[in-house]
Structure formats: structure tokens, C-alpha cells
Nanobody
Framework: QVQLVESGGGLVQAGGSLRLSCAAS????????MGWFRQAPGKEREFVAA????????YYADSVKGRFTISRDNAKNTVTLQMNSLKPEDTAVYYC????????????????WGQGTQVTVSS
């Protein structure tokens, strides 16, 4: 069982940066692959980035590649999404998720979810 809590969302101007964090409870955090998803109003939840259990492999949606960076610290049970060069189309609720397999891009492939944190990018 893993419980996830996101933080770090907020309002930022286009071109700015935000750093999202996801704190996990449970002693088995390091055995889970982690992912970040986002959901804008009226749209389906979409994949943003993922990282393997070891942190050795990372995966990104084309829309964020080169701007976002996912990382994890298994000693601190945290996963982070550094978001740079933000655009208005990045506005959404961002969720972190934990699952058994690395690099998965579908929400159904993740077992545990946080409550989400709002990111708003103004133009």
C-alpha cells in the first residue's frame, strides 16, 4: 500500500518554472515505478512523465520533453517534477501515481494516486 501526496502547484506566468513534489508513505516506495499525469478541464487524464523504480530510466510525453524533468529520491520517498518554460497549455491538475511497471503511459497501469495539485500558467 502506498499513499501519495502532491505539493508545489500554483499560479505562474508563461515562461516561468514550478517544482512539484510527491511524498509517498510506505516502506515499499522504492519498488514502484512512478508517474506524473495531468488533467485539464473537460479533457482526459494524460501522461506527462515517468521514472523507473531505480531512477535509471525516465520517460516523457512529447509535449513536455526538454522542459520537464522527473526525478526521485528513494531514501526520502519522494518524486519530483521540475517544470521549466511553462506554457498556458500546461495548465491542469497534476497527479503523481505509483505502479509496478516502469515507463507506463496509461492511467489504468498505475495502482495508487495522489489527490492532485493545481498548476495554472497565465499568458
Amino acid at each position: 500500500q502506498v499513499q501519495l501526496v502532491e505539493s508545489g502547484g500554483g499560479l505562474v506566468q508563461a515562461g516561468g518554472s514550478l517544482r512539484l513534489s510527491c511524498a509517498a508513505s510506505g516502506r515499499t516506495f522504492s519498488s514502484y515505478a512512478m508517474g506524473w499525469f495531468r488533467q485539464a478541464p473537460g479533457k482526459e487524464r494524460e501522461f506527462v512523465a515517468a521514472i523507473s523504480w531505480s531512477g535509471g530510466s525516465t520517460y516523457y510525453a512529447d509535449s513536455v520533453k526538454g522542459r520537464f524533468t522527473i526525478s526521485r529520491d528513494n531514501a526520502k520517498n519522494t518524486v519530483t517534477l521540475q517544470m521549466n518554460s511553462l506554457k498556458p497549455e500546461d495548465t491542469a491538475v497534476y497527479y503523481c501515481a505509483a505502479g509496478p511497471w516502469g515507463g507506463r503511459k496509461l492511467p489504468v497501469e498505475y495502482d495508487y494516486w495522489g489527490q492532485g495539485t493545481q498548476v495554472t500558467v497565465s499568458s
